[in-house]
């Protein structure tokens, strides 16, 4: 796919072409970009003008502080590293948006404005990036209580016909699009480093493929981690959704929270907080600053977005699962982690193996997991009386004539 010179114009002006050194020149930040972009269209110049006629003579009449005519010229003298770039990026299967692209998120420049980030770089589903949804943030060092709260937010989600929008750090993030992912459900991903990466990680290449996944940047797809992109990326996971919820947050501290504080400051979206025990949980915080604590009668996410429900559609009724534990009364969402893949694991491993059985090295070819959690399912089915194991060779065949579970928030 042949870039168009309006998207080359902009990425020379705009995007890290490769790990930064101290001679190359710093490409426009968005606020920058929007200046240099807004006097462009009032005097009806094109970015690709810019490229392709001499930049001094064009842009007679700019003065700018920061962005001057000799870091312009800099930055558009860079066509060869620019090619090689694209090719490799595109050889991965990444694409380019602008935000004069048809594809590009409307959401973002309604939020945002001019700054909007002026390329996002992707894979898989750019369909996806106006469509809504929920955005689940919070921590990298989540509890094992709240992950299993998030997977089973990220399936609800995805029952509901809602995306799940996150940062695709590990913890919470990755572990909400998972959920959703788990249950056929969509996500988009905005990432902070690592796109070119994750692009072809195992946990997200079959969702990528059949469309269920976006994965966005407006980084360089092979940058690394950087504290001032992780904070700066939050304000686009917020602008992509109709609602957020924050999981679990440190307060004061961490990118969760400042991301968080911004969402309330400039009120792109909704925000509602897990109720959280911890002392050390910013939730409580965010709260009393103008967060929305959930409940149970809140967790109709449709709802909670502001959405009208779909006539028909399947709404499972388990939604007092979400409601914050209190230790006075019985608990009502005891669910053991990672419930929701097993049931997903046991629907797939009826339909590999009624007719035929199959052996561990076959169904771990067929199923994106690793062997000790294959070998912890199976025991689990076996103990269950759902699956019986047969030997020389080893192979498993589904035997069971129980009831299917329809939702992932039924108790055994």
Not at 178 to 205: I, K, Q
Not at 265 to 281: D, I, Q, Y
Not at 287 to 298: D, I, P, V
Request: hydrophobic share 40%; glycine share 8%.
């Amino acid at each position: 796919m042949d870039l168009h010179t309006q998207a080359q114009a902009v990425l020379l002006l705009t995007a890290h072409l490769s790990k930064p050194t101290p001679n190359e020149p710093r490409p426009l930040s968005p606020a920058e970009w929007g200046r240099f972009a807004r006097w462009l269209k009032e005097r009806e110049i094109s970015p690709e003008r810019v490229l392709r006629d001499e930049p001094a003579r064009l842009l007679a009449g700019w003065m700018d502080r920061t962005v001057t005519l000799e870091r312009i010229h800099a930055l558009l003298n860079r066509a060869g590293a620019l090619g090689l770039a694209v090719e490799k990026w595109q050889r991965a299967g990444l694409w380019i948006l602008i935000r004069a692209d048809a594809d590009y998120p409307s959401r973002l420049k309604k939020h945002l404005q001019a700054d909007s980030p002026p390329v996002l770089f992707g894979c898989g589903n750019p369909r996806l990036l106006d469509r809504g949804g929920i955005a689940v943030v919070g921590s990298r060092h989540a509890s094992p209580e709240d992950l299993a709260f998030t997977t089973r937010l990220g399936a609800e989600a995805a029952l509901q016909g809602l995306s799940v929008i996150s940062g695709g750090a590990r913890g919470v993030d990755e572990t909400a699009m998972l959920g959703a992912l788990g249950r056929e459900g969509t996500a988009v991903g905005v990432l902070a480093d690592g796109l070119l990466r994750a692009a072809t990680s195992t946990r997200f290449r079959p969702s990528l493929l059949n469309g269920n996944l976006a994965l966005i940047s407006p980084f360089n797809p092979e940058a690394g981690f950087e504290v001032g992109n992780a904070m700066a990326r939050n304000k686009y996971i917020y602008c992509l959704a109709d609602a957020a919820i924050v999981i679990a947050a440190n307060r004061e501290q961490g990118g969760t929270w400042h991301g968080a504080v911004e969402n309330l400051k400039h009120g792109w979206t909704p925000l509602w907080v897990k109720s959280h025990l911890e002392p050390t949980s910013g939730n409580a915080e965010l709260a009393r600053r103008g967060g929305r604590l959930l409940t149970g009668e809140s967790c109709d996410l449709v709802a909670l977005c502001g959405r009208e429900a779909t006539p028909g559609a399947d709404r499972p009724p388990a939604l007092v699962a979400f409601k914050p534990r209190d230790t006075s009364t019985p608990v009502v969402d005891a669910m053991p982690d990672n419930l929701g893949f097993y049931q997903l694991f046991l629907r797939h491993l009826r339909t590999l193996t009624a007719k035929t059985p199959a052996t561990d090295q076959e169904l771990l070819t067929r199923f994106d997991i690793g062997k000790p959690q294959l070998r912890d399912w199976l025991k689990r089915a076996m103990e269950e009386g759902q699956v019986k194991k047969l030997s020389k060779p080893v192979r498993y065949q589904w035997q069971s004539t129980r009831p299917e579970q329809n939702s992932f928030f039924a108790n055994e």
